[in-house]
């Protein structure tokens, strides 16, 4: 059964960053397009960035610009690299397989302080 285990998310002040890491195991990670998204408290979870297996990226509007996504195959684990950080991008991180598996991570809480 594939995990993903995300980690790195914490207390942040406006304007801080942060990097995200989410670990995947039960799959062939290297062959997978992934996707980090979020949910804030009461709202849906949304879409924020995904690399594709050779290495395309595409970002939100919302992140552009700010976040930064990556990879690394030799450990199955996906990067968010997170700058400039605002209030509103506080929420709980998660990373998934695009498609996404049925089963997600317990995911990461990033909270910024204004």
């Known amino acids: 059964q594939v995990q993903l285990v995300e980690s790195g998310g914490g207390l942040v002040q406006a304007g801080g960053s942060l990097r995200l890491s989410c670990e995947v195991s039960?799959?062939?990670?290297?062959?997978?397009?992934m996707g980090w998204y979020r949910q804030a408290p009461g709202k849906q979870r949304l879409f924020l960035a995904r690399?594709?297996?050779?290495?395309?990226?595409y970002y939100d509007g919302s992140v552009k610009g700010r976040f930064t996504i990556s990879r690394d195959n030799a450990v199955n684990t996906v990067y968010l690299q997170m700058s400039s950080l605002k209030p509103e991008d506080t929420a709980v991180y998660y990373c998934?397989?695009?498609?996404?598996?049925?089963?997600w991570g317990q995911g990461t809480q990033v909270t910024v302080s204004s």
């Open positions: 998934n397989r695009i498609p996404s598996y049925v089963n």
């Open positions: 690399i594709s297996a050779s290495g395309f990226k």
């Open positions: 039960g799959s062939i990670f290297s062959t997978e397009d």
